[in-house]
T-cell receptor, first 116, second 114 residues
């Protein structure tokens, strides 16, 4: 079974600064996907960024980038030039590439607050 | 594309009552997923459908829970004889077969069992 661990329950950072959220996972699979989801207060879950395990290049989406270390089973999210709208719960998630096993396994989340 | 919708958004019920939630996926998405999220936790997988076929059920889905997707479009999740421990946010997501890893979530139904 796969597990996802987020060791930072809460973080806060000043607006315009850079913040990094940590995530580690455990799996025996070789091919899989990793995700960061954002859940703003009282709003729905939104996919922020996706990484395919077979790709060595780290994924980037505008101000969001990841540091994927497959051997270490680490998948951190870096938010650059943080904005007030980035305030949310952030969940790291795992999904195997195997067809027929399509569930997302989530970590417990990191509550990020951007301070004006 | 109107996104994934869920109804109702909030439900308060008394212990022992039955409740039913509905999820409408993004049109043309053939996969539909149900998750449960309790306070302070990440979502936990309950079950998923490919078209009308229910392909996987979590051990979290006790006998009191049943999910259907009769025509491969909308889905319902029913909880019978609700218990206080069922209080949670119930999330629905959908995806397209060719990009099944991209699950789009609805706003959720928050269930409170008193």
């Amino acid at each position: 079974a796969q597990t996802v661990t987020q060791s930072q329950p809460e973080m806060s950072v000043q607006e315009a600064e850079t913040v990094t959220l940590s995530c580690t996972y455990d799996t025996s699979e070789n091919n899989y996907y990793l995700f960061w989801y954002k859940q703003p207060p009282s709003r729905q879950m939104i996919l922020v960024i996706r990484q395919e395990a077979y790709k060595q290049q780290n994924a980037t989406e505008n101000r969001f980038s990841v540091n994927f270390q497959k051997a270490a089973k680490s998948f951190s999210l870096k938010i650059s030039d943080s904005q007030l709208g980035d305030t949310a719960m952030y969940f790291c998630a795992f999904m195997t590439s195997n067809f027929g096993n399509e569930k997302l396994t989530f970590g417990t989340g990191t509550r990020l607050t951007i301070i004006p | 594309d109107t996104g994934v919708s869920q109804d109702p958004r909030h439900k308060i019920t008394k212990r022992g009552q039955n409740v039913t939630f509905r999820c409408d996926p993004i049109s043309e998405h053939n996969r539909l997923y149900w998750y449960r999220q309790t306070l302070g936790q990440g979502p936990e997988f309950l079950t998923y459908f490919q078209n009308e076929a229910q392909l996987e059920k979590s051990r979290l889905l006790s006998d009191r829970f049943s999910a259907e997707r009769p025509k491969g479009s909308f889905s319902t999740l029913e909880i019978q004889r609700t218990e206080q421990g069922d209080s949670a946010m119930y999330l629905c997501a959908s995806s397209l077969g060719s990009t099944r890893e991209l699950q789009y979530f609805g706003p959720g139904t928050r269930l409170t069992v008193t």
